[in-house]
């Protein structure tokens, strides 16, 4: 009995937070992949668009299928969509070119997903050609280039 009844809850919950009919909720909530279910509730919850169970899956699988984003790196999390034209590769690279690619997409992963953006160093000069960590090159507003 009480897992029927959190089960209704959980039910009346969904339908309540994303506006989505009865059918849709009980799809939602036996989908079968946890970390699935999260990005459909997101897509749900964020989309003005999509207003089912069935919408949010097509366009998870439209998201998964793009090849933009296919993981490049596993180390690093990159995607084919934030490839440097500046350097061999992916966020592994960062420091050896501009990084004028790198700042950017991680800035958009962090406004994403709201945790704070990553420095490449503890000094926080993150994509300043002319700064360097290892020689201490406070960067061009200094007239300082590196010398390493």
């Known amino acids: 009995m009480p897992k029927n009844h959190a089960r209704k809850k959980a039910l009346a919950s969904l339908k309540d937070e994303l506006g989505i009919k009865h059918s849709c909720a009980?799809?939602?909530l036996d989908h079968p992949d946890p970390d699935e279910r999260a990005t459909l509730v997101e897509y749900l919850d964020t989309y003005v668009d999509i207003n089912t169970y069935r919408e949010a899956v097509d366009y998870m699988?439209?998201?998964r299928n793009d090849p933009l984003n296919q993981l490049l790196c596993e180390t690093c999390g990159w995607t084919v969509r934030?490839?440097?034209p500046e350097c061999p590769g992916c966020g592994c690279y960062n420091g050896q070119c501009s990084g004028w690619?790198?700042?950017e997409a991680m800035e958009e992963e962090a406004a994403a997903t709201g945790?704070?953006?990553q420095e490449d160093c503890d000094c926080g000069h993150y994509g300043d050609p002319h700064h360097c960590c290892?020689?201490?090159a406070a960067g061009a507003e200094y007239d300082y280039?590196?010398?390493c």
Do not use: F
């Open 26 to 28: 009980i799809a939602l």
């Open 61 to 63: 699988e439209q998201e």
């Open 82 to 84: 934030m490839v440097c």
């Open 101 to 103: 690619r790198h700042r």
């Open 115 to 117: 945790e704070p953006l």
């Open 134 to 136: 290892e020689c201490g």
């Open 145 to 147: 280039q590196c010398a």
